[in-house]
Structure formats: C-alpha cells, structure tokens
T-cell receptor, first 111, second 110 residues
Framework: DVKVTQSSRYLVKRTGEKVFLECVQD?????MFWYRQDPGLGLRLIYF???????EKGDIPEGYSVSREKKERFSLILESASTNQTSMYLC??????????FGNGTRLTVT | AQRVTQPEKLLSVFKGAPVELKCNYS??????LFWYVQYSRQRLQLLLR??SRESIKGFTADLNKGETSFHLKKPFAQEEDSAMYYC????????????FGTGTRLKVLA
C-alpha cells in the first residue's frame, strides 16, 4: 500500500516566517505534487516535480518554492508566510498506472 | 482550457434516497476521469476511475462524451457516504497534472 507521509498535521506560524512542509513517499514514484485545498475552491496545484531536482510551476506558485533533492522527498517552502497562505496543504505522488495517492494533509495557520 | 465543473457545493439527501453528484468537463479529446472522496479526518482517496467501469461502495459513474459529463451515482445513500467528493480529470500534456473540480459535500441524513 502506497504511503505518502506529511511530517506535520497542524502548523501555526507567524507572518514573515519561513515555513517548510515536508512530504515523503515510499513507492518510488517519479511524480510528486503539492496542492492547496480551500473550501469552495477545490484543490489547486502549487508545484509539481517529475524527477529529482526537476520542478514545474502549477496554477498558483506565487509565494511558494519547492525542493526535490531525493526521489522520495518533496518539500514545499513558504519563503515569507502570509495570512492568505493559511490553508490545508496536500502532498501527492503518482507513478506508472497508479492513481494519485495523497498524504493526510498539513493544516497551516499563519497569524 | 481544460476544466472540471461540479455545480453543487452541498448536496443533502435522506438515507435510502438516490444520489447523483454532477461533474462536467471541458476537453475535446478522450478524457481520463476520476472520482476522489475524502471522509472526515481521512486522506483524499480514489473512489473510482472511468476506465475501470466498476462499482465501488455501490457508486458508479458513466462517462457521457456527448454531454461531457461524469456524474457519480448511487441508488440508495448510506450515512457513511457523507463525505467530500471531487471529480478530477487527468491532464494530457504528458505529465500527471490532474485538474480537480471544486468539490461537492454530500450529507446523508438519517
């Protein structure tokens, strides 16, 4: 069974802080994703990566960056957190013919 | 642009009643469509995909290319079906960029 693990379930950060959200998958998937989940807006793609050190912007990359130094790990970075980045963040991975597999999510509150 | 539309934010039905969650897509080719479900305090997970043509937990979804729809149906709703449901289309640009709808919250009332 595919396991996508997000390191934190809840995070509270202050405006201006640098925030790291970590995600690890154990199925050797090439592709990994970061989404924001907001009520009424569904899932919006922030960034994705199709290989180590490769990344592409999604639909809402502003204010975010990512890092993929190892195949199993995909990190989302908020360089300077703002209150409008308060949200649920979902990590996902996929490979071959498998469907998207999601982590449990990290609920980030920026005060 | 490719788009997935779920017109209902909230759908409330009584237990035992039929359920239909609507999903429309905009894509001119052969789409790959999915339904994902998120139960309370659980991760988002695949419910079914159109290429499987299977029934999961009593739910089915038929691709209607003429109407560009992929509605999710169940003849008799159960309380445990209460959840958030997302329709998704797999991007066709050679990557795995899924496009999600805005989601429909299903509440099954006792």
């Amino acid at each position: 069974d595919v396991k996508v693990t997000q390191s934190s379930r809840y995070l509270v950060k202050r405006t201006g802080e640098k925030v790291f959200l970590e995600c690890v998958q154990d199925m050797d998937h090439e592709n990994m994703f970061w989404y924001r989940q907001d009520p009424g807006l569904g899932l919006r793609l922030i960034y994705f990566s199709y290989d180590v050190k490769m990344k592409e912007k999604g639909d809402i990359p502003e204010g975010y960056s990512v890092s993929r130094e190892k195949k199993e790990r995909f990190s989302l970075i908020l360089e300077s957190a703002s209150t409008n980045q308060t949200s649920m963040y979902l990590c996902a991975s996929i490979g071959g013919n498998s469907p998207l597999h999601f982590g449990n999510g990290t609920r980030l509150t920026v005060t | 642009a490719q788009r997935v539309t779920q017109p209902e934010k909230l759908l409330s039905v009584f237990k035992g009643a039929p359920v239909e969650l609507k999903c429309n897509y905009s894509y001119s080719g052969s789409p790959e469509l999915f339904w994902y479900v998120q139960y309370s305090r659980q991760r988002l997970q695949l419910l079914l995909r159109h290429i499987s043509r299977e029934s999961i937990k009593g739910f089915t979804a038929d691709l209607n290319k003429g109407e560009t729809s992929f509605h999710l149906k169940k003849p008799f709703a159960q309380e445990e079906d209460s959840a958030m449901y997302y329709c998704a289309h797999k991007g066709t640009s050679g990557t795995y960029k899924y496009i999600f709808g805005t989601g429909t919250r299903l509440k099954v009332l006792a």
